[in-house]
């Protein structure tokens, strides 16, 4: 069985009839060959917690419908299945959001898993320490096996709020307060594919109910199908210029743009020049990302090249940098 929009409203009153801790969103494109696995990783955390699963497909063409309806039969008081009108994995958060009933959020991606113990964690640390934000380390698996570990900031580092603007983290990466989320109206960017970038830093500038948990909870794997590693050229390699125009303009409104100033600047550096210059060369419908770039830093930090976090990388990067600069 999958609820139709029409039928929310009814499933939403069936779960105001008691609290829920947690609300795990997860977005679903095209993602049957990994979305059984993400969900039996979190039904097993949820074991011992009273959460919610919530599945948002977003117009899927595969069987991921299937796989959807089948855990839900199985889990018919712990996932709900809706279906967003609009498409792309922000407006599919925004969607799980506002459906959502627990105390805490957590946005998963389909292709993702995590730890049996992580939700029961996360939550204990939240409630004891009344946290807004809960970040956690993270392992991310490449297709060829290797792993690495993504630290998280650690509120205990006298500028970890330096870090977490220049950090880039994933929703993923952050266990959210719910009613915090919604007094601040937020909520991520529609049709890009950088939408996470658009908001995540900024999110530090209005809380200092920040915890951290220093160990891998979450296994963040490189799907090499995904819109972001996909070997054929898109448009859509061109979405992190409204992403950076839209933190920035974040940072603005929040009066943050001149504490935060180097933060930023390396922020764009490393997204530009490194990070997407990577695509702009791959393709050459790309190359045009390279003028574009450097518009957008002469527009917004002009003395980038004095940046000090670029000045303590290495020799080798910062030539690269440089040369990335100048291509296209």
């Not at 060829?144 to 977490?164: A, C, I």
Request: charged letters at 25%.
């Amino acid at each position: 069985m999958v609820f139709e929009l029409a039928e929310v409203g009814s499933v939403d009153a069936w779960y105001n009839n008691f609290m829920i801790d947690i609300s795990v969103i997860v977005p679903v494109h095209n993602a049957e060959k990994f979305l059984g696995r993400c969900l039996k990783s979190v039904i097993a955390a949820l074991e011992s917690v009273n959460g919610e699963i919530v599945l948002v497909d977003d117009h899927s063409t595969d069987n991921s419908a299937r796989v959807m309806e089948d855990f839900q039969r199985e889990h018919l008081k712990l996932i709900r299945v809706l279906h967003c009108n609009t498409r792309g994995a922000s407006a599919a958060r925004n969607f799980g959001v506002a459906r959502a009933k627990g105390r805490y959020l957590w946005f998963i991606d389909a292709d993702d898993y995590i730890s049996s113990s992580a939700i029961a964690r996360l939550l204990r640390k939240a409630d004891k320490t009344k946290a807004d934000l809960v970040m956690m380390g993270a392992e991310r698996i490449y297709s060829g096996g290797q792993k690495d570990y993504l630290s998280p900031v650690s509120p205990k580092e006298s500028n970890y709020k330096s870090r977490f603007v220049r950090y880039g983290m994933g929703p993923w990466q952050v266990l959210i307060r719910r009613k915090w989320w919604i007094e601040h109206a937020f909520s991520f960017k529609k049709g890009i594919i950088h939408e996470d970038m658009e908001l995540m830093s900024s999110l530090i500038l209005y809380t200092d109910k920040f915890v951290s948990i220093n160990e891998p909870l979450y296994f963040y794997c490189q799907n090499p199908e995904s819109v972001l590693h996909k070997e054929k050229f898109s448009p859509h390699i061109f979405d992190i210029f409204p992403a950076l125009e839209g933190l920035y303009q974040k940072f603005v409104e929040a009066n943050a743009t001149e504490k935060y100033h180097d933060e930023l600047e390396w922020f764009f550096i490393w997204n530009l020049l490194i990070d997407s210059a990577k695509d702009f060369g791959k393709f050459p419908e790309g190359k045009s990302g390279f003028a574009r770039s450097r518009k957008m830093l002469q527009k917004y930090f002009p003395d980038w090249r004095k940046n000090k976090f670029l000045r303590q990388k290495p020799l080798k990067l910062r030539v690269l940098v440089r040369l990335n600069y100048l291509r296209g």
